[in-house]
């Protein structure tokens, strides 16, 4: 049994639900590309694909400095929201969320385009020609059939969001019981005396939850690939 203290139940739970929001706002997004990647052909989509893959590589702290950029007080997009939407992003949990979701997004992106490839076309086009519109052949027949690798993406995404510091810390700081995830709580502890015997309880804890999570979204990413013999 872990002996967590209050701040680390505080920090447990607003991880929990930064990454849980994180996928959320990411799903629909992803689903669309995840389909598109895997279906469509159009010029461009090798830079759609860069663009998607561009926070895997870029470092968390540019990220986040784009995000405050174009989200903060006096960005294109911060001000618009606060003034007309009342929505504040900076130093909010729900810039966290924004930030652990573009820094998630292209995993599971990958994990999605993956199911959508392992769909066999051949039932699409079946469901096509027994009558089937577009949208009622991708409703019935694709995404069910891609449901592992959606649910393999969501898990990804939520461990990845779990682990998120760099962006997160740029937009949306580290307020106590607010934005401060685990891993920002941790690297607070370590400034403070005896910060690291401290930490032990969250550092395991967190762990075991993203380790759990990363397990599950590879089964379940496999078991989307090798369904129907692709891998």
């Known amino acids: 049994m872990f002996n967590l203290s209050a701040d680390e139940f505080a920090a447990l739970r607003v991880s929990c639900l930064v990454a849980s929001t994180a996928v959320a706002l990411s799903l629909p997004f992803g689903v669309v ?32 400095y784009l995000l ?13 929201m606060e003034d007309w939407l009342g929505i504040r992003l900076v130093f909010d949990w729900k810039g966290a969320a924004l930030a652990s979701a573009v820094v998630a997004f292209p995993l599971m992106v990958r994990a ?9 076309s051949r039932l699409e086009q079946a469901a096509r020609t027994l009558g089937a519109g577009p949208w009622d052949t991708f409703f019935t027949i694709s995404l069910p059939l891609a449901r592992h690798g959606l649910t393999a993406g969501c898990v990804l995404a939520f461990a990845r969001s779990m682990g998120e ?6 937009i949306a700081g580290s307020i106590p019981g607010e934005t401060r995830t685990i891993p920002l709580f941790i690297y607070i502890q370590l400034e403070s005396p005896g ?17 759990a999570a990363l397990i599950a979204g590879e089964f379940l990413e496999r078991r989307s690939r090798t369904r129907l ?3």
Not at 165 to 170: H, L, V
């Open 195 to 211: 910060g690291i015997e401290q930490s032990q309880s969250i550092v395991v804890v967190s762990v075991l939850v993203s380790t």
């Open 33 to 64: 590309l995840g389909w598109l990647l895997a279906r469509g052909r159009f010029r461009g989509k090798s830079l759609v694909e860069a663009l998607i893959n561009l926070p895997l590589v870029l470092p968390p702290v540019v990220t986040g």
């Open 68 to 80: 405050l950029r174009l989200f903060g007080r006096n960005g294109p997009l911060g001000g618009f």
């Open 112 to 120: 999605i385009r993956v199911a959508f490839v392992s769909v066999d």
């Open 165 to 170: 510091f760099g962006a997160t810390i740029m």
């Open 229 to 231: 013999g692709l891998g």
